[in-house]
T-cell receptor, first 113, second 109 residues
Framework: DAGVIQSPRHEVTEMGQEVTLRCKPISGHDYLFWYRQTMMRGLELLIYFNNNVPIDDSGMPEDRFSAKMPNASFSTLKIQPSEPRDSAVYFC???????????FGSGTRLTVV | KNEVEQSPQNLTAQEGEFITINCSYSVGISALHWLQQHPGGGIVSLFMLSSGKKKHGRLIATINIQEKHSSLHITASHPRDSAVYICAVRQGGSEKLVFGKGTKLTVNP
């Protein structure tokens, strides 16, 4: 298995633009998580899905952020409009169930200028 | 006060030394995770614990539920162990992880 695949690896965009981050989880994993990592706040959970259904989105910063999982093999995290404070590394992770660990993607480094 | 506290924040060791990283938490949990993040940024899940002790190679993780404390030990440390080690807890009834700020370990040859 190729692991959790995220794209793009790096994204530089101007303030106000829409940004879409993509994630392909490991086949057979029922849980998908989106995390954000910054120097100030460390790692934070944004949202997670179980069987493609959003379960907890309490970590989503504000209405500018939205996440979808249209099927078991694909998820997106969208920021519209982007702001410089959204600059961070965004990780996607997947898990088969709550009894096992997580597999993380390589992350997307987002820079909003 | 953070729900998950790690110590030390930074740790420098000489190759071969025994390393201990500590994690304390203030909430009831269903599981505790130890993660490793290498300088390149990738995150690897090392252990998931709900009780007792787990060992994988030179890494050992322990947890004391009553004291709300976990330790990660590295025996015979090596420069390739240099990374940030992150403790995270999962509260009962949720898959949400709450993370510590991480411990940056540098092992010098």
């Amino acid at each position: 298995d190729a692991g959790v695949i995220q794209s793009p690896r790096h994204e530089v965009t101007e303030m106000g633009q829409e940004v879409t981050l993509r994630c392909k989880p490991i086949s057979g994993h029922d849980y998908l998580f989106w995390y954000r990592q910054t120097m100030m706040r460390g790692l934070e959970l944004l949202i997670y899905f179980n069987n493609n259904v959003p379960i907890d989105d309490s970590g989503m910063p504000e209405d500018r952020f939205s996440a979808k999982m249209p099927n078991a093999s694909f998820s997106t995290l969208k920021i519209q409009p982007s702001e410089p404070r959204d600059s961070a590394v965004y990780f996607c992770a997947s898990s088969r169930n709550s009894r096992v660990g997580y597999t993380f993607g390589s992350g997307t480094r987002l820079t909003v200028v | 006060k953070n729900e998950v506290e790690q110590s030390p924040q930074n740790l420098t060791a000489q190759e071969g030394e025994f390393i201990t990283i500590n994690c304390s938490y203030s909430v009831g949990i269903s599981a505790l995770h130890w993660l490793q993040q290498h300088p390149g940024g990738g995150i690897v899940s090392l252990f998931m614990l709900s009780s007792g002790k787990k060992k994988h190679g030179r890494l050992i993780a322990t947890i004391n539920i009553q004291e709300k404390h976990s330790s990660l030990h590295i025996t015979a440390s090596h420069p390739r162990d240099s990374a940030v080690y992150i403790c995270a807890v999962r509260q009962g009834g949720s898959e949400k992880l709450v993370f510590g700020k991480g411990t940056k370990l540098t092992v010098n040859p």
